[in-house]
């Protein structure tokens, strides 16, 4: 929601918004305005695809300083879609200007976009530091400022829609929220600056604050979009010190409001000032319109206190089965179920990619296919399908997608009773879907990347163009610093590697985008989000602890710029030597990966340039002497952790002696055959 030229109105009116020291209190936080604000306000990472690892920390720093100045933070997010579709418009124009934005940002011009995964690793942020917060089932304004009078405390947020709700405790704008400047002694608080309406009615003559919803119908929201030129020129009202014409249009309008006792006064006039034939419609409208910020209690405040969710639902929410409503409201499932089951439509994401390619969402179209099929079924022509809007070029468009269902779930899965299905049933349709058919526990990697690496393989398998083998091992690189940046612990173990990896983040702002790069890395991560919600939708079979991992499976900056190294030759492991664990791990992934690829992608996979390039031709002959001989030197460096530095020398002659050694037999191993699931190749999987 938002009310068309009303903020920048207000920030420039000085006695409409109060300096204020906040602290000690309750805020109700407008979840998706506080991560879009957090994320462009500081200008974290947008072409390559994100910064979720920097966004994570900036969130933990925000709730570490409310927490210093006795804030009790309540966060409430969007859930689905308006069930009414009186916000359609909207939100399709919406749709249309993200897609622009992208396309400029892809070209090298300015734009904001927000990244694929920022509101997944936001609520995952939450759970880590034990935020409350909820999910709402439809948007969340209306509850955010319903919750905050029942609680009398403000409400944080960019939306100008609070300068209308009456909210006792007032409105704290997020441009104004001072929150990283807390004082380093003696009292703590955070300045701000305090709106309310009654500060604002007082500049119009006491204007009666009932009548300021009526004000937003008629200027226009999100909701309601009236002919201006059905009513007169209410800019003539307004006080000759107004300068710009949006601000003499708003305070005209306030001041000839000001003149009304009620909002039935005010409608009654204004609908004898349209045409007859206009009449119906713009009463029903204005009728409307005001509805809209009519505040009555809260439905989302028992939850907070007591963890019990709203006990009746009406209209199409009724759909939503019950055992899925606390999973919902704890953001542990993802918001398109709502939308799925209550309007059978989705909107999708339109990350920076290249928009002469087809949508990065058609890749994972077949998992989102099998989402719609335990949500909704599989039947006839036309009765089991979602409405899907995407892009196409540079237009927005959509498309009727049929749900489906892998072969073992048609008749054992039901949507009812899907929470209390076996495990392995479970399992075998996220297996299936993801066209993988190693378990979990026969991976190989640790848990918080078993579902990075079934949706590498997937992504390998159905992206097009076809990812080249330096952003795969880029990706790979990419999983194993953000394992590695998870143990801090372990830091002088690896220190070297992870400042090698950190180095590669600082050259974002002096990289041309490659939109090869950035087209591949907005697939995998449509398919890594739609993966997800599946997991969710089965019972998360992603372990919880790997919940909160997500921001740290996915750094644009570093995977970019570690694709453009190995694209001029340098050996993917070069850029993790110097310590035995980030290489093991590399070589895990690679190899959980790799078994689950047909010989040619394989081979494709693990041809590279330079030294790599020989290093991937030995590892395809198993039988040779030289090879075994070659494996054992490697498991005997890896298994010592503790190396001294005069050890690491050798290691560095080792390496060069071996590499000579292959680079003499490349002809003899090219010719040599791989089985993917023999016992030798399985020894590329360490314990």
């Known amino acids: 929601m938002g009310v068309l030229g009303l903020k920048s109105y207000i920030e420039k009116n000085k006695e409409a918004l109060k300096i204020y020291h906040f602290k000690n209190s309750k805020l109700i936080i407008d979840g998706s305005s506080l991560y879009h604000s957090l994320y462009f306000n500081f200008h974290l990472d947008q072409v390559h695809g994100g910064e979720y690892e920097s966004f994570e920390k900036l969130v933990n720093r925000f709730f570490t300083n409310l927490k210093v100045c006795n804030i009790q933070p309540y966060v409430v997010l969007d859930g689905g879609n308006d069930t009414t579709m009186k916000k359609s418009d909207t939100l399709l124009t919406r749709a249309e200007d993200r897609i622009k934005r992208a396309h400029a940002l892809s070209t090298g011009h300015s734009g904001e976009v927000l990244p694929i995964l920022t509101n997944c690793v936001f609520k995952q942020v939450l759970h880590k530091l034990k935020v409350p917060f909820v999910q709402c089932l439809a948007e969340a304004d209306w509850e955010v400022a319903a919750l905050a009078n029942d609680w009398k405390c403000p409400v944080l947020s960019n939306d100008s829609d609070f300068y209308i709700f009456n909210i006792s405790a007032g409105f704290l704008p997020i441009s104004h929220f001072q929150w990283k400047e807390v004082p380093e002694s003696g009292k703590k608080f955070i300045t701000a600056k305090l709106f309310n309406v009654k500060n604002l009615c007082a500049l119009f003559n006491c204007l009666n604050k009932d009548l300021l919803p009526l004000f937003a119908t008629i200027l226009g929201n999100d909701y309601t979009k009236l002919d201006k030129g059905l009513f007169p020129d209410f800019s003539t009202c307004a006080r000759s010190s107004v300068a710009t014409r949006s601000a003499v249009r708003i305070n005209g309008l306030l001041m000839w409001l000001s003149h009304f006792p009620d909002q039935k006064a005010a409608i009654k006039t204004l609908v004898g000032m349209v045409n007859t034939e206009h009449s119906t419609t713009v009463r ?82 077949p998992i989102r296919q099998v989402v719609y099929g335990l949500l909704l079924g599989t039947g006839g022509p036309g009765c089991y399908e979602v409405e899907e809007y995407d892009r196409q ?295």
């Open 393 to 687: 070029d540079l237009k927005l468009t959509s498309s009727r997608v049929p749900a489906i269902l892998p072969r073992c779930a048609a008749t054992h899965l039901h949507l009812d009773t899907l929470w209390e299905a076996p495990r392995h049933l479970h399992l075998q349709v996220l297996l299936d879907t993801l066209q993988v058919s190693q378990q979990p526990d026969s991976l190989c990697v640790p848990v918080n990347l078993q579902l990075a690496a079934y949706v590498t393989c997937y992504w390998l398998k159905h992206a097009q163009p076809e990812p080249k083998a330096e952003l795969y091992w880029a990706l790979l690189v990419g999983l194993v610093y953000g394992e590695l940046s998870r143990e801090p612990k372990r830091a002088k173990e690896f220190g070297l590697v992870l400042n090698r990896l950190k180095n590669l983040q600082t050259c974002k702002d002096q990289m041309t985008l490659n939109l090869e790069a950035a087209h591949a890395y907005s697939q995998w991560q449509c398919c890594l989000r739609d993966s997800v919600c599946l997991s969710q939708l089965l019972c998360h079979l992603v372990p919880e602890c790997a919940w909160y991992a997500r921001a740290r499976l996915y750094n644009g900056p570093l995977v970019h710029e570690a694709a453009r190294r190995m694209k001029s030759n340098n050996n993917p492991e070069s850029l993790l030597a110097d310590a035995p664990y980030p290489l093991k791990l590399f070589r895990q992934l690679r190899a959980a990966v790799e078994r689950e690829l047909g010989d040619d992608l394989a081979r494709k996979m693990r041809m590279g340039t330079g030294a790599g390039h020989a290093r991937e031709l030995l590892s395809t002959n198993k039988d040779s002497d030289l090879s075994r001989m070659f494996e054992q030197l490697m498991h005997e460096e890896e298994d010592s952790d503790d190396q001294s530095e005069g050890k690491a020398g050798n290691h560095d002659q080792i390496y060069k002696y071996t590499y000579n050694i292959r680079t003499r037999h490349k002809k003899k191993s090219r010719t040599c055959a791989r089985d993917p699931k023999s016992k030798k190749h399985d020894r590329v999987c360490f314990d």
């Open 284 to 365: 029903i409208t204005l009728d409307q319109g005001v509805k809209e910020y009519r505040l009555r209690a809260s439905s989302i405040a028992r939850f907070f206190t007591t963890g019990d969710i709203q006990p009746s639902i009406q209209g199409p929410l009724q759909n939503l089965p019950g055992w899925m409503l606390k999973p919902l409201a704890e953001g542990k499932l993802n918001a398109i179920i709502i939308n799925t089951l209550t309007l059978q439509q989705v909107r999708l994401t339109f990350p920076v990619e290249n928009s002469q390619l087809p949508s990065s969402n058609q890749t994972s179209r």
